[in-house]
């Protein structure tokens, strides 16, 4: 089977920085990949790139399979089986469902479908007695569980999460936390790319972890080698809690 | 006498919003789509691009009269359509103020829409014209207003509405013009009841714009 994310020498620089510098990376199918590293060292820039929002400078990118320019029709349809969620909660300026329905409708799906849809993940969210409020009048929290339920409605085959539960209470991460999982466990075939701060969370959700430094990997294992024997003496500082940077 | 001039306010009144309201469509059809891919799409020139339609908002009527003069005259390169003083004509050279107000306005909004929002308009799938589509409606409040900006516009010009509308009473005259004739003949009282009556259209018509502007409308 072929690798969701593949990642051969991928370079991306913006001016003077170089933000992955000759980065491989390889996520199979079943996979959670939990992406860790100081700041600035290229974790966000590589969702971008695989999420095909940017275009790498150099290198070899396969995403489900298949390469394209970002700003090409090919990217558009990749990107159709790609989910992406960010730090900061994204809500469209519209009602709590027409949120939810707005992947579905771009997709073209039949009124009835995403209507069923739509009140399935009301249902799981609790917010069906939001359903027609502005989106944007909710809590933080609120507004990622909607953008996260946003970005799995439609069934992606790959998930990208960037730092998503960042400053969120305990009872939401362990929500969300708990979503990813049920996102995974639907479909075998499916994979998540986590970046992430917070190594208890790596821990609690990773297959497998990386450590970014400088724009690319400095060691990718399984979980349990990242944390109690990792290769590299910045990872083993990095897990230690040791302030490297 | 009284009914006479009621119907003849009346009559100037539902011109003038026929006018301005026509212009006001036709340079939003024309401005926000416009403004919607000038202001989202990078390409060489933009910066100044942006400026001369900046700079437009100041657009003289008198010359888009005289555009519409020159283009629609007898001896003009259109003047086979014979629309000269007429209200056609008048929609043509309002609508050349409007199409810098839209597009202008079209490009702030648009601009001013966070990125993270149109990133994850794009992340979501949206091809390209549903994202532009999708970005106009984060857009709306700004897009509304370029409309009721244009429209303000319109309804205020007496310039290029005298110019290639002729002021002929019962065919182009509007309210701009029909105060400038009755301010000219000294029938002060008849201008100022006029004036109210062009404050009290132009109100209604921003409040529907500011519903509008509020509504979920999509």
């Given at each position: ?15 003077d ?17 939990g992406i ?5 060292a ?15 400078d ?14 090409s ?57 939001r359903?027609?409020?502005?989106a ?5 929290g ?16 790959l998930?990208?999460?960037?730092e ?10 362990a929500?969300?936390e ?5 996102y ?28 970014m ?8 294992t ?23 940077y | ?15 003038s919003?026929?006018?301005?309201g ?9 401005g926000i ?25 100041g ?28 209200p ?64 303000g ?17 019962g ?5 701009t ?6 301010t ?18 132009a ?15 999509l």
């Amino acid at each position: 089977m072929t690798a969701p994310v593949s990642l051969k020498k991928v370079t991306k620089r913006f001016g003077d920085v170089t933000a992955l510098d000759a980065t491989d990376l390889e996520v199979n199918a079943g996979e959670v990949f939990g992406i860790v590293g100081p700041s600035g060292a290229g974790k966000s820039t590589l969702l971008r790139v695989i999420d095909l929002l940017e275009a790498a400078d150099e290198g070899g990118i396969s995403v489900l399979g298949k390469s394209a320019d970002p700003a090409s029709k090919e990217a558009d349809q990749i990107r159709l089986q790609i989910g992406m969620v960010h730090q900061k909660p994204v809500v469209l300026n519209r009602s709590v469902a027409n949120n939810l329905a707005y992947p579905l409708m771009i997709r073209g799906w039949d009124q009835a479908r995403i209507q069923t849809s739509v009140d399935r993940e009301l249902k799981r969210l609790g917010l069906e007695d939001r359903r027609g409020k502005n989106a944007r009048t909710l809590s933080g929290g609120e507004m990622q569980r909607i953008s996260f339920s946003r970005t799995t409605i439609f069934s992606p085959k790959l998930l990208l999460l960037d730092e998503f539960a960042a400053n969120l209470d305990p009872a939401n991460v362990a929500l969300l936390e708990g979503m990813v999982r049920e996102y995974m466990d639907e479909d075998p075939s499916r994979a998540t790319i986590l970046v992430t701060h917070n190594l208890f969370q790596a821990k609690r959700m990773c297959d497998k972890v990386g450590l970014m430094w400088g724009g690319r990997f400095v060691e990718t294992t399984d979980m349990e080698k990242f944390f109690q024997a990792p290769d590299d003496e910045r990872t083993a500082a990095f897990v230690k809690g040791d302030l490297v940077y | 006498m009284v009914l006479d001039i009621s119907y003849s306010v009346i009559q100037v009144t539902l011109l003038s919003l026929y006018v301005s309201g026509c212009a006001t469509f036709l340079g939003s059809a024309i401005g926000i789509p416009l403004g919607a891919l000038i202001g989202l799409r990078e390409f060489g020139g933009k910066g100044l691009l942006k400026t001369v339609t900046y700079t437009l908002y100041g657009f003289p009527p008198v010359i888009s009269g005289l555009v519409i003069y020159y283009l629609f005259s007898r001896a003009g390169p259109l003047g086979s359509f014979g629309i000269l003083f007429t209200p056609t004509a008048m929609i043509l050279a309002e609508t050349l103020l409007v199409i810098p107000l839209t597009t202008g306005i079209t490009i702030s909004s648009v601009t001013e829409v966070d990125r993270s929002i149109k990133d994850t308009i794009i992340s979501l799938g949206a091809n390209r014209r549903q994202s532009v589509l999708t970005v106009l409606r984060e857009a709306w409040v700004g897009v509304v207003m370029a409309a009721m900006i244009g429209f303000g516009r319109c309804i205020a010009e007496v310039g290029a509405a005298y110019m290639v509308g002729g002021n002929i009473q019962g065919e182009t005259q509007v309210l701009t013009t029909a105060i400038m004739m009755e301010t000219r003949l000294g029938r002060f009282d008849y201008a100022v009841g006029l004036g109210v009556v062009l404050l009290g259209v132009a109100m209604a018509v921003f409040l529907f714009l500011r519903y509008l502007q509020e509504k979920e409308v999509l």
